[in-house]
């Protein structure tokens, strides 16, 4: 059961040093990052900045990059683990046992989008807090409350917070290198190194089986322009030549993210930016696509999910087959690559309705916008999915399964889940080999129309599309993790 907590002061909130609220100097806190896409977590640094200015000693640990470090571990008054997304979660389930074993004297908490869901499981592997939403001044109260009762677990609760907090700049310093993260890959093979910024949290949409619809409920928070810029200063002077804006929806509130790209492009005009748009604002603001370009987008992703209808009114995802194509369209009239995401396996899909999409890759031109691994991956229902209130949709899945974070499901025809499972190895191989998309999308290609026992039409390379802009982590958010990726840390 998610509570609300009691709403803060936005601002003047009196945190860990206060006069009221004394603290002892060195009490250590260890932030730990379980996996981000490859990103350097905005969530840890401004979590950091919070805890860093109530007056702690915190210490971060990107699980994604670095291991469990035994020596500051053993230090640690607290824990607070990141859990942003689904394989996150995994991870931190794996990892938990061990952060408990290496610091006996730590109280634990979690925090972010898959924490509240979760809530019960963590519990019973040791996790006392649990934060999720706007979730920083809860972090210190809970620092606060465990300074000034000697280890006493003052927080028990589930605490999801909407309210407006402040934004303070990211506190970066901690955290692996820039360089060492994800970086982007242009068509010709060259890289930049890559800096990653939220201007948002939240989103004002309802898509049944997202995430951050459990926690946010249709609730955006906007980080300021001036917290924003700061935070794109300090990852630029560290290298960064490009920004991947890492907003749930970037046109959430359009007017801030003009004020974002305006200021970025005045300061630094020789530095590309990425961000995520759903169709529907694509098409809504398609005035606006110009004035990206001119400001340095190189591409944007849109998670389209499917190109049958009536899965995408199950989706709620609030466009149509008819709109990602008109999306298509103008992206390119702009000039901008679109990098369209899918759920490509669930209980509805069909050899028929695979092999449709992949069609409409041909068709569109798209293939090599899309990474291979988006072609195999399976929808998530994690606990607390509003996919659950679907009518119907309780049916198609199996009971809860602690281990797997979610509800297991079959398709109704065997054959549709056994494509999925030769389609997902070839595809973890394929990238391990470094294989060309256009290669491994032939692969697939041949796979799902062999399914249906037809002959594979070959494809020349115009219906291929040309190379695009992209990010070096193929994973994504609603991808389930590898056995590598669980046993990381
Ligand atoms: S899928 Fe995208 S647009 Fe839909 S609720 Fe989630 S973040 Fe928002």
Redo the contacts with the bound molecule.
Sequence with gaps: MLEQSPPHAEQGYSGCDSASTPVAPRFHLLLINPYELGRQPFALAEASAWLKRAGCAVHCLDLALQKLDPELLATADAVAIYLGMHTATRIAMEALPRIRQLAPKAQLAAFGLYAPMNADLLRASGVGAIFGGESEPDLVDWANALRTNQGVPLHQATIVRHDKIEFLPPDRSDLPQLERYAHLVLPDGSTRVAGFVDSTRG?K???RH?P??PVYEGKFRVVPVEVVLGDIAQQIAAGARHISFGD??FFNGPTHALHVVRALHERWPEVTYDATI?IQHLIDHAALLPELRRSNCLFIIA?VESVDDHVLGYLAKNHTRADFYRAVELMRAAGIALAPTWVAFHPWTTLEAYLDLLKSLVDLQLVQAVPPIQLSIRLLVPAGSKLLELPGFGDLIGPFDAKLLGYPWRNPDARVDALQAEIQHYVMQAEQANAPRQEVFAAIWRMAHAALGLPAPALDGRELGTAVPHMSEPWYCCAEPTEAQLQSF
């Design positions: 989103c949409h309802v898509c997202c951050v619809v749930h929806d759903k998670a």
